[in-house]
Nanobody
């Protein structure tokens, strides 16, 4: 049984930083493409960042490039999202996801088979 558990979301002021964590069980983060997505109120879930299985290549949405960094700790089977220079428009529920197919990194939500419950990030002005 695959479980992805996100943590680290909270209220933060604009310009601040947060680090989100996604601890996995039933799936190995180094062997699967792992992604972060977010969903703001009234909006569709959107791609934020992903890290490729094994080689660890990364991909980012244009809106977060240069501010967010995705990484993983294989020993802890955990994926992180370091978020710096936060903006009010980053306010959303952030979800961790795992792709079970060995392929290039995907941006589409439908490409990810496993999802966490989400952690809420609120950025105040």
């Amino acid at each position: 049984q695959v479980q992805l558990v996100e943590s680290g979301g909270r209220l933060v002021q604009a310009g601040g930083s947060l680090r989100l964590s996604c601890t996995a069980s039933g799936v190995t983060v180094s062997s699967n493409n792992m992604g972060w997505f977010r969903q703001a109120p009234g909006k569709e879930r959107e791609f934020v960042a992903a890290i490729r299985r094994i080689v660890g290549g990364t991909l980012y949405a244009d809106s977060v490039k240069g501010r967010f960094t995705i990484s993983r700790d294989n020993a802890k089977n955990t994926v992180y999202l370091q978020m710096n220079s936060l903006k009010t428009e980053d306010t959303a529920v952030y979800y961790c996801a795992a792709d079970r197919i060995p392929r290039a990194i995907e941006r589409m939500t439908g490409s990810y088979a496993y999802w966490g419950q989400g952690t809420e990030v609120i950025v105040s002005s």
